[in-house]
T-cell receptor, first 116, second 111 residues
Framework: DARVTQTPRHKVTEMGQEVTMRCQPI?????VFWYRQTMMQGLELLAY????????DSGMPKDRFSAEMPDATLATLKIQPSEPRDSAVYFC??????????????FGPGTRLTVL | RKEVEQDPGPFNVPEGATVAFNCTYS??????FFWYRQDCRKEPKLLMS???SGNEDGRFTAQLNRASQYISLLIRDSKLSDSATYLC????????????FGAGTQVVVTP
């Protein structure tokens, strides 16, 4: 049963510290997404990649967030320095973008981040 | 104004009853539509895609009204396990799968 995996599942850190979240997409999926979910804003798209190339990171605060895909099996999201307002659940999702509009996204279990 | 708007609920539904709710979207050029389900403290999962002619999947029926820019979800014979948040999702004109999520409608099925 192929799944998206994310590490860590939970992270508590202090303001100003660097946070790195990792995602392993489903093998063979060519599109990877990073989302952030809060009670106030719901699910927000931060960035996404297709065939490891960044397509859109307009949802991401550029000054402190960065997203990369060092290889096809790993996507990372970094926050440096972290702030309390970054506290949220960060989801990674992957999909097989076929070029048509009906592409299912498969979500990982999320990283629950708390910045004190 | 948000791209996708939903009634947050909660919709409290007796077991066995029918519940229906809508969501509206602002971009008339939106290409495709979905309902995702999210259980408490879990990840979203695809419930069903929504096609122009409407479609059913067991007890779930989805409808699309392009003229009025809304989609609906109807759940028949509600089960306790249907308790969840239902996310309305719209694929904008980008065919690469960039989805816009609504904030969700909470459904609580009671015994």
């Amino acid at each position: 049963d192929a799944r998206v995996t994310q590490t860590p599942r939970h992270k508590v850190t202090e303001m100003g510290q660097e946070v790195t979240m990792r995602c392993q997409p489903i093998l063979g999926h060519n599109t990877v997404f990073w989302y952030r979910q809060t009670m106030m804003q719901g699910l927000e798209l931060l960035a996404y990649f297709r065939n490891r190339a960044p397509l859109d990171d307009s949802g991401m605060p550029k000054d402190r967030f960065s997203a990369e895909m060092p290889d096809a099996t790993l996507a990372t999201l970094k926050i440096q320095p972290s702030e309390p307002r970054d506290s949220a659940v960060y989801f990674c999702a992957s999909g097989l973008g076929s070029g048509g509009p009906y592409n299912e996204q498969f979500f990982g279990p999320g990283t629950r981040l708390t910045v004190l | 104004r948000k791209e996708v708007e939903q009634d947050p609920g909660p919709f409290n539904v007796p077991e066995g009853a029918t519940v229906a709710f809508n969501c509206t979207y602002s971009n008339s050029a939106s290409q495709s539509f979905f309902w995702y389900r999210q259980d408490c403290r879990k990840e979203p999962k695809l419930l069903m895609s929504v096609y122009s002619s409407g479609n059913e999947d067991g007890r779930f029926t989805a409808q699309l009204n392009r003229a009025s820019q809304y989609i609906s979800l109807l759940i028949r014979d509600s089960k306790l396990s249907d308790s969840a948040t239902y996310l309305c999702v719209v694929n904008l004109t980008d065919s690469w799968g960039k989805l816009q999520f609504g904030a969700g409608t909470q459904v609580v099925v009671t015994p």
